[in-house]
């Protein structure tokens, strides 16, 4: 791992604090810009796209050349875990993920499991090259992967859900079934996630997109232990490189996933009010969030308004500017040039 790579995020994750924000935005390469949309017709399908190194590699890119965010964010999916370990995956088109049978939970071959990941790492190192090469050398790397309670709903459900009923089901009447999947997914994404950053990724983010379908005790099982375990395995091999947890819908549980889990920072949601996170979790570790999706799609006076909120709350303490889920479809992209003028007003 490239031992110079200090950008700003990684700085404010070491506690550092700046005159305006860190930001990057959650789905920042993808349908609302053209070029993506261009780069994806060439490559055929969305997971042709994640699994081939180059285009990977320029759709990373994309936002990057267009608007300057501080940080990269390799351009691949959650689900390539659970396709790698061999369950088979499609994305039909407006229908989001499909998911094949569970697969065999007693004998994982971890060898292969690499194999059929070699394009993301491959993706990896292009990216980092690549951004070097265009000038974007103090531009951060994030990797990442879905944490293992979200990574299980697809798995288990198979498709998307709102409540994932079929995992919550599992989870309660065949404990010890739902906890060799986790534990599975436990070793794998800790190998995933440090073969990235030998690869050139310099911060991670876990996301726990559905963290919070789970009463407090499930969540502390299914959340909290596993990610924990994760946490404490990259720090052991990997003890420089931040991580950043983002137990998404966590609610009243945000502190104490943040003192368990020992995750660097914390993303938050849409629904955290700015405030709440400066009074209970900054004193814990660096924050990053939350503006709302659909605010930045409606633009104009009430985006900078809800902008400026979120920047004095956090102003002088170690937080980055990111939304509070990933960017939608139709945000114009104008907008999201007008957030980033904003945030970096002084
Ligand atoms: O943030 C980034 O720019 C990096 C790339 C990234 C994607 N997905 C690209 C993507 C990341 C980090 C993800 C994470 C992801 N994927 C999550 C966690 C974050 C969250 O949104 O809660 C989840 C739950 C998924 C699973 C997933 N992938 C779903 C449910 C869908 C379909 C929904 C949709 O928006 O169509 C995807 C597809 C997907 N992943 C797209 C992109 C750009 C759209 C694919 C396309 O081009 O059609």
Redesign the pocket.
């Known amino acids: 791992m490239p031992k110079n790579m200090t950008g700003k995020l990684y700085q404010t994750l070491k506690g550092k604090t700046f005159e305006t924000p860190a930001i990057w935005l ?6 609302y810009l053209p070029e993506y949309l261009e780069t ?1 017709a060439k490559a055929g399908s ?1 997971l042709d796209l994640c699994y081939t190194p180059e285009l990977a590699s320029e759709v990373t890119l994309q936002p990057i050349r267009r608007y300057g965010f501080d940080a990269a ?7 390539t875990v659970p396709h790698a370990l061999g369950q088979h995956l499609e ?1 039909a088109q407006n229908h ?2 499909q998911l094949g049978e569970l697969p065999p939970l007693d004998s994982v071959d971890f060898s292969m499991f690499h194999v059929n990941l070699s394009p993301v790492y491959e993706a990896v190192s292009t990216i980092r090259a690549q951004l070097n090469k265009e000038g974007f050398s103090s531009t951060d790397l994030i990797g ?1 992967s ?1 944490a293992p309670w ?1 990574l299980a709903c ?1 798995m288990v459900d198979r498709q ?1 859900s709102k409540d994932f009923a079929k995992t919550r089901i599992m989870a309660l009447t065949d404990e010890p079934k739902f906890q060799r999947l986790v534990d599975i997914l436990v070793e794998a994404i800790s190998v995933y996630l440090a073969h990235q950053i030998n690869r050139g990724a310099n911060v991670i983010q876990i ?1 726990d ?1 559905w963290a919070g379908v789970l009463p407090p005790d499930q969540f502390r099982k299914w959340v909290i232990a596993p990610t924990q375990k994760i946490v404490s395995n990259l720090h052991a091999t990997h003890p420089d490189t931040p991580i950043i947890g983002f137990p ?1 819908g966590a609610g009243f549980l945000y502190d104490e996933y943040v003192k368990k889990t020992g995750v660097t920072a914390v993303g938050l949601d849409t629904q955290t009010p700015p405030e709440y996170a400066a009074k209970n979790l900054l004193p814990l570790c660096p924050v990053q969030g939350n503006l709302d999706p659909f605010t930045l799609m409606a633009g104009g006076a009430e985006l900078d308004h809800q902008t400026d909120i979120i920047k004095s709350t956090f102003a002088g303490k170690p937080y980055i500017f990111n939304l509070g ?2 960017i939608d ?1 139709d945000t114009p992209p104008e907008n999201v040039a007008r957030l980033i003028q904003r945030v970096r007003a002084a």
């Open positions: 959650m789905r920042q390469a993808g349908r994806r969305f964010i390799l351009f691949s999916d959650i689900l994305f989001g993920p990442f879905g979200t697809y998307g996301f997109s998404k889920h990933g479809k």
